[in-house]
C-alpha cells in the first residue's frame, strides 16, 4: 500500500507542475463559456490568480486521495480478501463505486442543460471545446477519484453489504423483544469489527443506538473494544472536524463517553470516568466546525455531569471540577430541552449545596429538577430544603414526588433502588401510610434473581428500620447486612483508591449503626458493627495475605493473590485509549477467581466479642463512638463485659469543627485548647472514672476513636491554657488502634508481648530539601544525626539517596526506621516521590518492627474515608511494623530533634516500650511550654 499512496503523491507533483504550465500557455485567463459566433468569453477568475487556483486545488485534491489511501490501507487489504472468496459481486460494486464521480459529473451537466432549455450535451461540448484547461482539470480530478474508489470498491461494497444485513438482522430481534439473542448478535458483529477494522462512524454509532439501554459485561467491552479502533478518540484530528458526518460522529462519541460512565457508576472504577473524561473533554475543545449550538451544548452537558461524578469522588481535590461543570451546565441549559439540561444542572447545584450550604443553590435545584419529572435527586433536594427551612410544602411534594415514582410500576433494579433511595430520604417514611409501600417495594426485590449495590443494601436498611421497633435484633442484623453488601461492592477487585472511595461514601456510616445498637443495649453488637463496618481495607489485607490456599491450585492462588495485593490496577498502556478500562476489568476478574477457587473465602468477617476482647489484655481498650445520633464510650477489658458510658457532654458537630481547626496553622493554637477543655470535660473525666480499676502498674490506656476524632489525638484532654491545670497526659500513658482485630493481631499470640530489643541494624533517613515546593527542613540532618549517634550499626539515607526504591529495599533488612522528612495524609515526601500505602501495600514484613515517621500529618486519616484509618503511619502498621509513631497535624521542625533524642533515650534505657518512650518525651517537650500543647500533641503511638 505504500507504493500505492507514493504514486498518487508523485501524480500530485506532476498534476501541480501541468496546472501551472498549462496557466502560462492560455494567457493567465481561463474560460468557463464562449459563444463562437459572438466571441464573447466569460473568465473564470482574474488575471494573476488561475495559474495558481488550479494547481492549488488540484495538488490539495489529490493530497487528500493519498491520505484516504493511508488511512484505508488496512481497509482496502480486507477488502482484496474479501474480493477472493467473492470476486463477482465485489467486482461489480467496485465498478458501481467507480462509475460515481464520472456519472455524477455528467448528470450535474444534464440538469444544467435541463434547466437552461437547451439540448442534452450542450454544455458538456462548449465546456470542452471553449476550456480545455479545466476540462482537463475536473477530468483528472475524476480520474483520481474513480482510481481511488476502484481500489476500495471491494472494501465498500462489503462493507455496507454487511452493515445493510446487520442492521437488517438487529432491528427485527428488537423488535421482536430477544434481548438475549439481540445480545449474542451484537457481540458477533462487534467482534466482526474488531477483527475487520472498519473505522465508518455511522456503522459503530448504529452499534450503539442498538444497544442504547445501556451495555453490560462482555457486551460492553466488546462494544468499547470495536470503538476503539476509531483513530484521535480523545483529540480529533481536522477530517473528523471538517466531516459531513460530524452529527453521527458527535453521537457516537457521547454514546461512547456514556457507555463508560454507565460502567463506573457500576463498579466505581475510575479508569471508566478517566476514559470517558479524555473523549469529551477532546470533543468539547475541538467540535466539527458544521457542530451547531446545540450540539456543543450536548457536549458540554455531558461533560458536566462527567466532572460532576469526579467531583463527588474527592469534593476538596475536585472542587475546582464543580465550578466548571456548573458553568458548563448553566450554559447548556438555555439550549436544550429542560428535561435533559434540567437533570443535569439540579444534581450538580445540589452537590454544591452539599459542599458550600448555598440556600440558593438549593432552591435553583428544585427549579431546574421539576421539568425532568419524578427523580430521587427531586426529592432529595426537597428533603434538604426542608431540613433548611422546615417547610412543610417541600415535604409534602417529596411525598407526592415519591408517588408518582411508585405509580409508575417500577418493577427494574435500578427503579426499585430509587424508589428505596427515596424512602431512605424522607423521613417517616416507613410508618404510617406509606409503610404498606415499603413493604410492597421490598417484595418486588425479593422477587429479583439477583440484587446488586446500591439496592441490597438500601433494601437491607429499610428492613432494619421497619423492624427496629418490633424485634431489635432482627433490625441489627439486617444493619449487618447493609454493610456486608457495602464490603462485598468495595472488594479487592477495585483499586485501594476507589476502595477509599465507595466505604467513605457510605450511606450511613459504621458509627450510625454503632449508635442505635448502643440505644438498643447491645453493647457487644455496637462493637462488632464497629469491627465490621470500619477499617474494612485493613481486613481485606489481612485477608488476602492468610488466606489458606485450595488443594491443588496453590501456583495459581499464589498468583492471584500477588495481583490482588497491588493497590492499583494492571499498567496500561499510554498509545491505548481503552487500556485503562480493561486493566479494571483484568483487576475485577481476578478476583472474581480468586473467589472461585476460594469456594467463597470473605476477606472480611464478622468476628465475635469474645474474640475482639482478648486484644484489652494488657490493658483497658476504650472504643469512642461519634455519630449524629449522640456520643458514647464502650470499655473494652479482655476478662469483663464490656462498659458502655454515654456522653451526653460530647457535641459531635463542635468536635468535628474543631478537629478541622487542628488542620489549620492560623487556628490550630485556639482550637487545640478549646478542643482539648471539650474533651477533657465531655470525655477523658468520666472514662478515667471507669478504667481507674483496670490500669496496670505502666498505667496504659488504647483508645479506639471514631468519626472526626479519628482524625484528633485523645492525650490532647485537659486545660492546658491553666498552670498545673488537670491534663490527661497526667494521668494515663495514651495509645491508639484502628481496631480491636488490628490490636490483637499487633500483639501476636505471647500473653504479655516482650519489650523491643535494639536491634543490629537502624534506618535513618533524611530531607532537608525536598524537590518541588516544600519548604526546607532545616533540623533534619540534625534530627539524623541525634538519631545515628545513639546506634552504631546505624544505616543513613539522606537527601538524593533517599528515593523511594532505596527506602523499599532497606526496610527489608532493618527492623527499626526513622525518618525526617516532609509527608502529608497520602505519604512521606522523599527524594523522587512518596512513600505510603500504595507504595508499601505488598511487603508484607514479619517480625518486631518499630517506625518512627516524623514527617506531618503522617497519623492523620484521609478525610475521604476517616473510619478507613488510612495514612502513612498506617501504612506502615498494616505491613509489618507493629510499632508507629506518628503526628496528626505539621510538627515544627526544631522540636523533631528533641522529641526523637528523648524517646530513644527512653527506649534504650527504661524498657524498651515505645508508648511509654514518647509519653515521656512528650511530657518533657510540655514542660518547655506547657501553655501550647501544639508542640507535644501531635505524636501519637500506633500498636500494642
Known sequence: MRWLSGAVLVGAAGMGGWGWWLGQREGLSFV?????????RTVLTPDGVVPFTYPVIAFTVTLLVAGAFRSRRDDIRIGMGAWRQRPVALSLGALAWASLPSGCVLLTLLLLDATAGVPAGRTLSRWLLADRPLAWFVGSLVAMSTAYLLVAGPWLTDHFSRARRYWRRLTLLRAQGDQDRLSRAILELSEEFAERPYRDGVLISMLLRINADGPQGELLDSVLRTLARITRLSEPGLMFRVSPLWVEQV?????????????????????????????????HHRPPFLAGREARAAVALTLAWALGLRHTRDPVAGADDLDRALALAGQAAPLLPREAAGGVLGRLLVKQYEQQGDGDALDRAVESLRPAGPSAALIRALVLRHELTGRGDDLSEARSTAEDLAARGLDEEEGLAMLLYTAVQVPDWTAGPERGRVVDVLEKVDALPDVSYPLN???????????????PRAALRWYEVALAATQQYASVGLSLDDRRVVLGSHAVPPPVFAGIALSLGHVAWAVELLETGRTVIWSQTRGLRRAAAPSGAADRWEALRRELDRPGYPESRRDDLLSGHHAAGVRAERAAQWEKLGAGQSLVTRRDFDVLRVAARCGPVVVVNVSDIGCSAVVVTADRDPVHLPLPGADPAQLTVWAGGLLLPGRRGMAARMLGRHLWDTIAVPVLDVVEPYLGPDRRIWWCPTGPLSAV????????????GPALIDHVVSSYTPSLWALRESRGDAPVPAPLSPPPA????????????????????????MVAARFPAATALGEEKATVAAMRRALHTHPWVHIACHGDEHGLKLYDGSLGLDELADMNLTGDRMAFLSACVTALPDARARDEVLHPAAAFHLNGFSHVIGTMWQIDSADGPTVADDFYRSLLTEGGEPALALHHAQRRLRDQDRSNPV??????????
Open 935 to 944: 508542640r507535644w500533641a501531635p505524636f501519637s503511638h500506633i500498636g500494642p
Open 251 to 283: 453521537k457516537m462519541r457521547l454514546l461512547f463517553a456514556e457507555a463508560l460512565m454507565t460502567e463506573y457508576s457500576r463498579t466505581q472504577a475510575r479508569p471508566h470516568l478517566d476514559t470517558a473524561l479524555l473523549v469529551l473533554e477532546g470533543l
Open 713 to 724: 489525638p485523645m492525650h490532647l484532654a485537659g486545660y492546658h491554657d491553666q498552670k498545673n
Open 762 to 785: 537502624m534506618l535513618v533517613a533524611s530531607l532537608r530539601r525536598t524537590p518541588g515546593t516544600h519548604p526546607e527542613l532545616v533540623h533534619a540532618q540534625e534530627e539524623a544525626a
Open 457 to 471: 443494601m438500601m433494601a437491607a436498611m429499610l428492613r432494619a428500620q421497619l423492624a427496629v421497633e418490633e424485634d
Open 32 to 40: 468557463l463559456d464562449a459563444d463562437p459566433g459572438s466571441g464573447r
